[in-house]
């Protein structure tokens, strides 16, 4: 069963190098993604980014224009996917309110501090 | 289980670093609009240096610094300035996170959004810097009776 797996991962492993030699060369002018038009005729979005950023939001870097006004959708769900990492930390993690202040009340180290 | 031991040269050393880090990090956070960097990297940067605090000299001093209270309050604010930020835009007329209806007077709608960038950048460092210190502080607190 052992050998199987290898076999599956190493399988997958080589799979995943072949399709990425499928991949474009970076910076190649000539790729999809770095076309003025895409293949259905439509303009573009990352020229669109490059001459319009500084114009739209008298910000030289782009890469903060892009992420907090173009794509500030994806940077909000970001931050609350960050928020939502803390509130679940402090609900698990927490000991729990009731149970900490009765230990204190009555002033004993019961055997479950020892945990 | 983790005992905290009071050592000089770690707490001298931590506390020289650790403004320099904190001004770096508003450095961040402030000049992300002409350099690499933002509210990500900046609020992360301000919580090395609140951690380093707390590692130093221990979690009942840097309460002094920063209390454990305030770590998910001031994340929940961080993400509220965030959408404060769109849902104003929204009420001034414009779509939700269109920072060009931010209601400030004599500005353009590229300096709006300019500003409505930093506002973002500020919500989301403060929310970063906050939960970091949060999640250190919740995987502390079952070790404080050892």
Excluded: W
Aim: net charge negative; proline share 3%.
């Amino acid at each position: 069963m052992k050998a199987v797996n290898h076999l599956l991962l190493i399988f997958f492993g080589a799979l995943l190098i072949y399709a990425s030699l499928g991949l474009p060369n970076r910076g190649d002018s000539e790729a999809v993604m770095h076309r003025e038009k895409s293949p259905a005729g439509s303009p573009g979005a990352s020229s669109y980014y490059i001459r319009n950023a500084y114009k739209d939001a008298q910000t030289p870097n782009m890469v903060t224009v892009i992420l907090a006004d173009y794509r500030g959708y994806d940077t909000l769900g970001e931050e609350t996917v960050i928020l939502t990492a803390g509130l679940i930390c402090y609900l698990i993690l927490r000991r729990n309110g009731t149970s900490s202040r009765r230990r204190e009340e009555t002033g004993e180290e019961g055997a479950d501090a020892q945990i | 289980m983790l005992k905290y031991k009071y050592n000089p040269i770690i707490l001298m050393v931590s506390r020289v670093v650790s403004p320099f880090i904190m001004l770096f990090a508003l450095y961040v956070i402030f000049h992300g609009h002409y350099s690499p960097g933002g509210g990500f990297q900046g609020g992360t940067l301000l919580a090395a240096s609140l951690l380093l605090i707390r590692l130093a000299a221990g979690s009942e001093i840097a309460q002094l610094q920063f209390r454990s209270v305030l770590g998910t309050p001031l994340g929940s604010l961080g993400v509220l300035i965030y959408f404060g930020a769109g849902f104003t835009a929204l009420l001034f007329g414009g779509q939700f996170l269109n920072y060009g209806f931010l209601p400030v007077a004599g500005l353009t709608a590229a300096e709006l959004r300019s500003l409505g960038i930093l506002m973002v950048e500020i919500g989301v460092g403060l929310a970063v810097m906050a939960i970091l210190v949060a999640i250190y502080d919740d995987l502390l607190e079952g070790y404080q009776d050892d």
